[in-house]
């Protein structure tokens, strides 16, 4: 869809990326790392003062176990090479793995490529977790269950129930819970990030990936981490070694520095993401898409069957070639769509007077 946008000059609220930039501080301090010669190798798991930095917060923000930086953190290229090392360490031959639609783009594949089977369950209809659904799908072939909160398209988060009813269900299994939780500092009004770290029933099957690139608003640095106890840590640095053996050296340097210096940047992601989706949201009031809840992650998922009848992926095509707006059919992200569905997803995290000319556009629909 992003190179459709570029094709027709539409607004670009498809991928999802911020349009603005990383703090300055945090800019100055990747420029003082590079120029002071930072610029070799780090060590395999990631530069010791950064996992540090990360352990120290992750401890403070309540984990079900004590992180430890040198054991339990490992530092890579994005969430993306996160995932990969994890699937590839942790699913062997045969195995299955069982993922909500819709889902993430790159789970499916990556779990192929670890020879695992993706068993992809569609979320209930109201987007609700299929619970009984889980249950039936839960057998001895099970290798791994993978949730993704605040959820890339849907933004909605997993609540602490949630939680606990998926523990009950994997619990006396080795069943692994991979959590993809790139969006978890920006969770919504009430709403509060709950990670799959803080359950203390999964904390020996537990593994959750984070994003800078998300946390940050620079999409393009690619540097992520993976957290998980020792046993598993070591499982998923096996693979790492030998996927990219260490992620880029001046980044780790300046977010260690940066993180140290700034210890509540993390509330300052929610809340400007909260003021993009209420601006968002509120210019959509006036036009005819419905909008859907959203808890978290920087997505507003709309439907749009009070305008017109198309599928979502021609819907999408004609917004992008004809009005000059880009969003994302959400069919994109099933196995099997349902054909009556007529949602697509907008990326809201943009400059105010980008939002405001797409705004301009969709209400005259
Ligand atoms: C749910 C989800 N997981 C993982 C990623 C990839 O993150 P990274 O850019 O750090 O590889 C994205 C990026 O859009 C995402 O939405």
Known sequence: MSALAAKHNAINLSQGFPEFNPPDDLIRKVNESLLSGRNQYSPMAGQLSLREVIAERQNAWGRSFEINPDTD???????????????????QQGDEVIIFDPSYDSYAPAIVLAGGIPIRISLNQDFS??????????????????VNTPHNPLGLVFSLSDWL???????????IVLSDEVY???????????????????????????SFGKTFHATGWKLGYVTAKAELSAEIRKVYQFLAFAANTPMQFAAAEFLLQNPSYENSVSEIMQTKRNYFAEGLSQSRFQLLPCEGAYFQIVDYSNISDLADTDFANLLTSEHKVAGIPVSAFYQNPN??????????????DTLQKSLDILCRL
């Open 73 to 91: 953190i490992t530092i890579v290229p994005g969430a993306t090479a996160g995932l990969f090392a994890t699937f590839q360490a942790l699913v």
């Open 129 to 146: 977790m299929p619970w009984e659904l889980l249950k039936s799908k839960i057998s001895n072939r099970t290798a791994m269950v993978v």
């Open 165 to 175: 009813i998926l523990a009950s269900l994997v619990q006396n299994t080795e069943i």
């Open 184 to 210: 978890e500092h920006m969770v919504f009004d009430q709403k509060e990030h709950v990670s799959v770290l803080q359950i203390p029933e999964l904390q020996n099957q537990a593994v959750a990936i984070s």
């Open 339 to 352: 054909p009556d569905q007529r949602l697509l997803r907008f990326c809201f995290a943009k400059n105010n």
